[in-house]
């Protein structure tokens, strides 16, 4: 089978393409030792498979990122039959700086000049020979949202896949610097080295640290008197070359650009200028921003649950009652029948009637992403979150952690000091999932039936302070420094591609089924067990092992004001997995998991107020088990993914605590 | 006439001559499309971040590092 991959920069439309070119048939993983997203995806043409590779989107080939590893690592030792570089058609002057370094690579490459329609409005010309005669490789166009020029490609990859193709190196790095490399790579001539010798050549020059190590750490090299003295030359000119090479690079792009692309003399005043001048105004695009967060609360909430999961419930209401009927024609025995509907039916069940809700929420979130405003967001918070100490980018991974918290605190991975990082990174649990969200549902529900939406929307604002002013404690205090400096791309404003929002949708919510399918599946039966053991107790009952458990936690929460077991068996249980929460509330309460039974039951064990503490307490307390892994991996120590566990419980305690005390001492009950 | 990045108003033209900002935010730059003899023009600068419009792709750059490049009069 043929392996292709794909690279290109951001907002290239590089997994529009991705999606484009393999439709449904895609696989996501993880690269390995590193927790970057892998994508991978097959098509079929003319009875042969491909397999394609979508790698990190990059603006460079550097050391400087993990993505950028990722990417150039495959490339050189993932043996692509052929790289295909995205290039958007309306910034090809800045895209081709990343091809001129895949031209470096001595690989295979096809280019695909990508959203030429836009390009086309924007009334820019392209001479598309010539363009494919000065970079030396194939160019293609195509304009992937609308699946324009996709046969064309493929057509193409099929053709240089079989064929033969010139890799002799274009570029000229001025007399100097072509003579240093010729002369590093002879002396590299010989040696087994992982990368290709003129690559090697030109990173040690440019002073790529990765590849400086690589070196020093061969035997073969570093006993070879001779190299040691050219390395150390080279060296000693490392800022200086690294210009060169930049500019030689960039020098490339303009002759190639000079003679291939006619832009017109006043470029056309695009929507996103206008758009821009109102969504990141001085003082109205704040305001805008918070808007915009609250109606995606309130949308979701509108019709995810009240549209949807009312239909959702009744669905597995009417289904859970057909299989405790079957079960109880075929006369199974009556504690098969207990754990079906109520650990089962009753467990699960709690959770599928939200995922419409999940869906709706995930899907909103991919439209700000897609459409570009997610940037803006960013952008926009910089300024407060300056402030703070904190680089606006951490902004994205929260709101990125809304969905879900594995993913928020892997796209910390876009700040690239170390402070910034550890702080984005810590802070992201307070940052209130879609599982939490079921929580806060079955509370509302029974004590805010009027005021859903805008509960919601407090209880996310309330994450949204306590990680701010914990991330301006801890830049305060455990990580000192500068904030480094904001470099953001504003890409255009753009309708976003359905597939592209349905896609990330289902890759976010077939996460979350798996997980109700495995882990939620696992600690319900667990906890079912709990609940009925020992023998002869009264299931779900104080007696119960799970009520034993309850018992010695439920004295800390007294002061929070839901000092109760089964409170506490709840908050237990959403360590494993938020989604348990409510699940094992349904247990202990009602003994089936379900809707308005639970509500009732939750609406005689709680007040107003106590069901408001123990909301904050869920929101902001130890985040669950895949989130601490996670953090485990990210932070690559244990000690911190720990430290996440407890100081979150600890803030949690304190605010729960804080909201119950003031509440009643303001006469609320 | 030399001037920062953070001297220019929304709508004036100029080019990078230089960064003196540390190698790496430098590198990071150049791959953003700032390399030295670009021609920019300045979209928004009133809070927080300069954006800075170059082939008319909007580029957002912190005041900070906006004060370590130095640019000139376009060609």
Known sequence: ??????????????????????????HVGNWPGVTVEKKEGKFKFNGNTYNVVDLPGTYSLGAFSEDEMVARDFILKGNPDVVINVVDATNIERNLYLTSQLLEMGVKVIVVLNMIDEAEAKNIQFGIKTLSKKLGVPVVTTAASKRKGIKELIEEIVRVIDGEMDLKPSISYGDKIDREIKTIKKLLSGKTLEYPPRWIAIKLIEGDQYVHDLVSENKALSSDSEFGDVLSAVKENIEDNELEIVNRRYEFVNDVTRVSVVRPEEAVKTVTDKVDKILIHKYFGLPIFILIMFVLFQLTFAVGEDLLGGLMAA?????????????????????????????????????????????????????????????????????????????????????????????????T???????????????NPFMSCGAKLLIYLVFIAAFFPNGGGLILFLIYFIGILVALLVGKIFSRTLFKGETTDFIMELPPYRKPVLRNVLRNMWDNVSGFLKRAGTVIFAVVTVLWIMAVLPAGVEPYGAESILGRIGLFIAPIFKPAGFGTWQAAVGLFSGIAAKEAVVTTLGMVYAGVGEGTELISAIQGAFTPLTSVSFMVMTLLYTPCVATIATIKKETNSVKWAIFAMVYTFAIGWTMAVLVFQTGRLLGFS | MNLLLTQLKPGEKGKVKQIDACRRAARRLYEMGFNIGTNFEVVKNDIGPIIVSLFGHKVAVGRGLAQKIIVNQPD
């Open chain 1, 1 to 26: 089978m043929n392996t292709i991959a794909l690279v290109g920069n951001p907002n290239s439309g590089k997994t529009t393409l991705f999606n484009a070119l393999t439709g449904s048939n895609q």
């Open chain 1, 315 to 411: 669905a597995v209401d009417a289904v859970g009652h057909a299989i405790e009927v079957f079960l109880v024609n075929i006369n199974s025995p009556a504690w098969i029948i207990a754990f079906v509907s109520e650990g089962i039916i009753g467990g699960i069940g709690a959770i599928i009637e939200f995922i419409p809700l999940i869906v709706v929420l995930y899907m909103l979130i991919g439209i700000l992403e897609d459409s570009g405003y997610m940037a803006r967001a960013a952008y926009i918070m910089d300024n407060i979150m300056r402030k703070l100490g904190l680089h606006g980018k951490t902004f994205i991974s929260m709101i990125v952690g809304f969905g879900c918290n594995v993913p928020g605190v892997m796209a």
């Open chain 1, 413 to 427: 991975r876009t700040l690239e000091s170390k402070k910034d990082r550890m702080i984005a990174i810590l802070i």
